[in-house]
Nanobody
Framework: QVQLVESGGGLVQAGGSLRLSCAAS????????MGWFRQAPGKEREFVAA????????YYADSVRGRFTISRDNDKNTVYLQMNSLKPEDTAVYYC?????????????????WGQGTQVTVSS
C-alpha cells in the first residue's frame, strides 16, 4: 500500500519561503516520477512541479518557475518543494503524487497515488 504524507505547510508573509516535504512508504519510491500539485478554493487542481525518478529531469508550471524548486532524496523516500518569493496567489492546498512511471509528468492523469495535502497560506 503506497502512502504519501505531506508536511511543511503553514502561514507565511508574501516574499517568504516554505519547504514542503512528502514522505513515501510502500512501493519502490526510486522507480517513479513524483509531482506536486495545488488546489485553491473554487479552482481546479493545477500542476506545480515534477521530477523524474533519478532527479535528473524537472518540470515546472510557468507560474512558479524560478521561484520553486523540486528535489528528491531516494535514500529517504522523500520529495521536496522549496518555495521562495511566495505570493498570495500561491495560497492553496498542496498535494504530492506518485507518477505511473519514471518521468516528470505534468498531467494529473499520469499520477495514481496522492497524499492528503498540506495547506499553504501566503498573506499580503
Amino acid at each position: 500500500q503506497v502512502q504519501l504524507v505531506e508536511s511543511g505547510g503553514g502561514l507565511v508573509q508574501a516574499g517568504g519561503s516554505l519547504r514542503l516535504s512528502c514522505a513515501a512508504s510502500g512501493g519502490t519510491f526510486r522507480s517513479y516520477g513524483m509531482g506536486w500539485f495545488r488546489q485553491a478554493p473554487g479552482k481546479e487542481r493545477e500542476f506545480v512541479a515534477a521530477i523524474s525518478w533519478s532527479g535528473d529531469n524537472t518540470y515546472y508550471a510557468d507560474s512558479v518557475r524560478g521561484r520553486f524548486t523540486i528535489s528528491r532524496d531516494n535514500d529517504k523516500n522523500t520529495v521536496y518543494l522549496q518555495m521562495n518569493s511566495l505570493k498570495p496567489e500561491d495560497t492553496a492546498v498542496y498535494y504530492c503524487a506518485r507518477g505511473i512511471g519514471t518521468y516528470a509528468y505534468a498531467s494529473h492523469r499520469n499520477y495514481n497515488y496522492w497524499g492528503q495535502g498540506t495547506q499553504v497560506t501566503v498573506s499580503s
